[in-house]
């Protein structure tokens, strides 16, 4: 259950990161036309937002709980959809980006603990090899499919299908806060 509940986290938080941040370049530069500089500073800044929290994400595991942590990922999946629908200025994609990217750290890397909690020491590298596996082919599926969807349906049913994963995402959080409640996670 805590590994399923953990690869669901990382692969389809990954997954759906990639999907949106596949597709947003191609809307920043060719349909709204902001232009080049402006989809550069949105894509830099999506790429601080997955990376800077790193340095505390362990920390706030450790401090709120790894629930706590997957839920604030998911909300911030959700606003971040919410903004990329809410208008085509500067401002939505810089947010809907930012927000993407804080989700995808926390969902990433607190599912990646889930998954490294359930193995032995000597199980590790398989157990993360199987959900890394699942990780790189949906991401692959996401980004390949992202370009095609863009194009023939454009932005907002782009987003939309993205509410998809959001809604396994969130029974997948779901099904682990009722296995938690019934038999704590321990820590790894």
Known sequence: TVFVAGMICSAIGYALMSYLMTATPLQV?????PGTTANATIIQWHVVAMFAPSFF?????????IIKILLVGLLAYIVAMVTALAGDQF?????ALFLL?????????GGSTLVASVATAE??????GVADLATTSLVAM????????????GWDVLILTGCVPVVILACGLCWLGFYQRHSPLRPS
């Open 142 to 153: 996401a980004s390949l499919t992202a370009g095609g969807l863009h194009s023939q349906f």
């Open 123 to 128: 199980e590790r590298g398989r157990v993360q």
């Open 101 to 109: 990217g804080v989700g995808w750290n926390f969902l990433y890397i």
């Open 57 to 65: 994400t362990g920390n706030l595991i450790q401090r709120f709980g």
């Open 29 to 33: 530069v060719n349909a709204t036309q």
């Open 91 to 95: 401002f939505h994609y810089f947010m």
